[in-house]
């Protein structure tokens, strides 16, 4: 059963909107999350991430959301650029064990 | 910078070969990572390396075998390759449990 999920497979965006690219989970015990961006043919390379501790964590155009009790993060990029398209996936940590993956979002942005 | 390098890109192998997926990483990470990357399910774990000649199952480690004989390099072997194992592997690193730093993949296609 995946604990972390990525329900929307793909999404389009024009340039200078916002994107946002949203994550569930289901185990409690997750207490550091993290977004990885991945171009074709390449390995994924870390965004972003936060701990359970916070509910928001900002890193330039990126900024990535926490609502514990909702078991729900997002990513929003703002303003979104053509570079920006990749696959974006969220992981999630319990101590002690390691990273669990989402099944990614790829994400278009529209010139 | 980290950097992790996989020995190939691209590979195509037939069914019943051994197969060798080579990763070495710069940075003197205690951990090391395989991952295969199949559309709709994200990254899935296969095995994993916390120490030299150390090596831990993942979620899907049926079909393959690790070595770490040295801290800087992580081999994935393939037994006897079957068509189901055609897919995107990817390595990675890090040198504690949250983030980990990916090689370029390499693309394996088993005829």
């Known amino acids: 059963d995946q604990q972390v999920k990525q329900n929307s497979p793909s999404l389009s965006v024009q340039e200078g909107r916002i994107s946002i690219l949203n994550c569930d989970y289901t185990n409690s015990m997750f207490d550091y999350f993290l977004w990885y961006k991945k171009y074709p043919a390449e390995g994924p390379t870390f965004l972003i991430s936060?701990?359970?501790?916070?509910d928001k964590n900002e890193d330039g155009r990126f900024t990535v959301f926490l609502n514990k009790s909702a078991k729900h993060l997002s990513l929003h990029i703002v303003p979104s650029q053509p570079g920006d398209s990749a696959v974006y996936f969220c992981a999630a940590l319990e101590p002690a064990r390691q990273l669990t993956f989402g099944s990614g979002t790829q994400l278009t942005v529209l010139p | 910078d980290v950097k992790v390098t996989q020995s190939s890109r691209y590979l195509v192998k037939r069914t019943g070969e051994k197969v060798f997926l080579e990763c070495v990483q710069d940075?003197?990470?205690?951990?090391m990572f395989w991952y295969r990357q199949d559309p709709g399910l994200g990254l899935r774990l296969i095995y994993f390396s916390y120490d030299v000649k150390m090596k831990e199952k993942g979620d899907i480690p049926e079909g393959y075998s690790v070595s770490r004989e040295k801290k800087e390099r992580f081999s994935l072997i393939l037994e006897s390759a079957s068509t189901n194992q055609t897919s995107m592997y990817l390595c990675?690193?890090?040198?504690?449990?949250?983030?980990?730093?990916f090689g370029p993949g390499t693309r394996l296609t088993v005829l």
């Open positions: 936060i701990s359970s501790i916070k």
């Open positions: 940075m003197d990470h205690e951990n």
């Open positions: 990675a690193s890090s040198q504690y449990t949250d983030t980990q730093y």
